[in-house]
């Protein structure tokens, strides 16, 4: 946990210079807003901040990132689609809200294919399932584990970091492809989520592999399964679910920049030229290997393509879960 805790502020620090005043840049430059829909201090903040801070070597103009926080990052979509399509203000989003919040929310204030303009990718991040305690310690592969929890069916449940998100449907995914019946447990983040796993009260938890990696270090808990389509460099000795005969569980995480609709072309290949500079650079790639995550570079319409791909892809998945929500 020490070294883990020890990323995060180093990736604060690399951010500091943006929570000066907006007086505090020169005031010919107007600064471009990168709107962020989660708090600060989280994951995916840092990940804002230091592209914010490398983008200036790109840009003229001082970007600054807006943490506009709330309904599991849907508040920041709804500004965006509502913001000046002049490059002024983008959005640095995972991918969830964009591919699985419209199978799960009845009332939806933007429409994923038609309100924002993809700019460029940034980051993806690799998944595994886990177990902890709870579990016997001779349970070490997916055969022993679905054998177990079909024995233990009182017992057979996993944790997530909340409902209708992607690891609560690659738990989903994972039951339909293994026939085990597993009980969701869902938690307010990944950090309780992992709590309750080393703490014995759930058998495993379904996280990003960054997230994970602390608590195997410690022992708290055994990766059983990675969900790319090759292993994971951070977990070579982890089998993916591909190789282990179930190639349709795939699944990872994704984040990626967008502007509202109808932004002017140039400026589309202006912001994406920019972003992927900065992606492809040494620093930017060192610092999200220190969280365990990986560069990802996709033009502005093959990341279209993937919101709809991904859209279409947790579909199925979001209805045999049979969850939905009001709000």
């Not at 020890?6 to 010919?28: C, D, H, N, V, Y």
């Not at 040494?282 to 393509?305: V, W």
């Amino acid at each position: 946990m020490k070294s883990h805790d020890i990323t995060r502020r180093e990736l604060m620090l690399a951010g500091m210079a943006l929570a000066a005043p907006a007086g505090a840049f020169a005031q010919s430059a107007r600064p471009t807003q990168l709107i962020v829909g989660f708090p600060a201090g989280g994951g995916i903040d840092l990940l804002a901040r230091l592209m914010a801070s490398q983008l200036r070597a790109h840009t003229p103009e001082p970007v600054v990132v807006d943490n506009k926080a709330g309904v599991a990052g849907r508040l920041a979509l709804e500004h965006i689609k509502r913001a000046p399509a002049d490059g002024s203000a983008l959005l640095l989003t995972p991918d969830f809200p964009l591919t699985i919040f419209p199978h799960i929310y009845k009332k939806l204030a933007y429409q994923p294919l038609q309100d924002f303009t993809a700019v460029a990718a940034c980051a993806r991040s690799e998944l595994v399932l886990s177990v902890g305690p709870m579990v016997p310690s001779n349970v070490n592969t997916v055969p022993e584990l679905v054998k177990w929890m079909q024995a233990h069916p009182d017992k057979a449940d996993y944790a997530s970091s909340g409902p209708g998100g992607v690891l609560h449907l690659l738990g989903v995914m994972f039951s339909q492809a293994t026939g085990v019946q597993m009980t969701h447990v869902p938690f307010r983040g990944s950090a309780p989520a992992l709590q309750a796993l080393v703490g014995g009260h759930v058998a495993a938890s379904f996280n990003a592999v960054g997230e994970a990696l602390p608590f195997k270090a410690s022992g708290g808990l055994r990766p059983i399964a990675t969900f790319g389509a090759k292993r994971s460099r951070y977990l070579p000795e982890t089998p993916c679910m591909v190789e282990l005969g179930y190639p349709n569980v795939q699944a990872d995480t994704w984040l990626g920049v967008f502007a509202p609709p109808r932004l002017p072309q140039a400026l589309v290949e202006q912001w994406h030229t920019r972003i992927t500079s900065v992606v492809n650079s040494s620093e930017y790639i060192a610092s999200l290997d220190k969280l365990s995550m990986e560069p990802l570079t996709l033009k502005p319409a093959a990341l279209a393509s993937l919101v709809k791909t991904d859209i279409e892809r947790w579909a199925p998945v979001v209805k045999a879960s049979g969850f939905t929500a009001d709000e």
